[in-house]
C-alpha cells in the first residue's frame, strides 16, 4: 500500500535541540489518484496549446478549467464558462507534451 503523509515541523523552544515532527493526515496515494480533480491550471504558451487543451477537454464534467497566458510582462488568466471532465490520463499526457499545469 502506497501512503501519502502531510507532516508538520515544530521549532517552537530554540532552547530544545529536540525537534518534534507530527503527522497531521495520512492518506492514501491509490485514493488521491482515483479522487476527481476540482480545479486546474494550464500555463499556455501558444495558440497550439490552446486547440490541444481544447481538443483533449471536449466533454462537460466537474473540473474547473483555468488558462494562464503571458503577455508581456503580465498574465492573463482565463477561467473556461464550463466545467470540464479531466482524468488523470489526460492531465499526464499534457504535462508530455509541455504543457504545465497545476492541480488545485
Given at each position: 500500500m502506497n501512503i501519502l503523509l502531510?507532516?508538520?515541523?515544530?521549532?517552537?523552544?530554540?532552547?530544545?535541540r529536540f525537534k518534534r515532527i507530527n503527522v497531521q493526515k495520512i492518506g492514501s496515494l491509490i485514493d488521491l489518484f482515483n479522487?476527481?480533480?476540482?480545479?486546474?491550471?494550464f500555463d499556455v504558451?501558444?495558440?497550439?496549446?490552446?486547440?490541444?487543451?481544447s481538443k483533449s477537454?471536449?466533454?462537460?464534467g466537474k473540473t474547473e478549467v483555468y488558462l494562464n497566458?503571458?503577455?508581456?510582462?503580465?498574465?492573463l488568466k482565463?477561467?473556461?464558462k464550463n466545467s470540464r471532465n479531466l482524468e488523470r490520463k489526460s492531465l499526464n499526457l499534457l504535462r508530455k507534451i509541455e504543457i504545465s499545469s497545476v492541480i488545485n
Open positions: 502531510t507532516l508538520i515541523k515544530n521549532i517552537s523552544n530554540d532552547e530544545n479522487s476527481p480533480i476540482k480545479e486546474v491550471s504558451n501558444s495558440n497550439e496549446n490552446i486547440d490541444t487543451i477537454l471536449v466533454d462537460e497566458i503571458p503577455i508581456d510582462d503580465k498574465t482565463f477561467k473556461l
